[in-house]
Nanobody, 124 residues
Framework: QVQLVESGGGLVQAGGSLRLSCAAS????????MGWFREPPGKEREFVAA????????DYAELVKGRFTISRDNAKNTVYLQMNSLKPEDTAVYYC?????????????????WGQGTQVTVSS
């Protein structure tokens, strides 16, 4: 069982930056691939970024490539999402997710555990 707790959300102006953190419980964090997803207002959950168990492989949604960076610190059981050059359309509830296994995936249903989400609001 893995529990995930996101933090770092908030209100920021367009062009600004935020760093989200997702702290995971348990001793086997390095056995999990991790992902970030988001739910914009009135829309379905969508993929943002994913990282494999070691951090050596990452993937990003086209909308965030070049602006967002996913990383992980297995010693701290934490995955991060650095978000730069934020736009109003990045406004959403952001969720982290954990998937048993080494390989990353962009498919939400393949993740086994989810955090409660953190709100990110970007003003224009």
């Amino acid at each position: 069982q893995v529990q995930l707790v996101e933090s770092g959300g908030g209100l920021v102006q367009a062009g600004g930056s935020l760093r989200l953190s997702c702290a995971a419980s348990g001793r086997t964090f390095s056995y999990y691939a991790m992902g970030w997803f988001r739910e914009p207002p009135g829309k379905e959950r969508e993929f943002v970024a994913a990282i494999n168990w070691s951090g050596g492989s990452t993937d990003y949604a086209e909308l965030v490539k070049g602006r967002f960076t996913i990383s992980r610190d297995n010693a701290k059981n934490t995955v991060y999402l650095q978000m730069n050059s934020l736009k109003p359309e990045d406004t959403a509830v952001y969720y982290c997710a954990a998937r048993r296994g080494a390989d990353l995936t962009i498919t939400p249903r393949r993740y086994d555990y989810w955090g409660q989400g953190t709100q990110v609001t970007v003003s224009s």
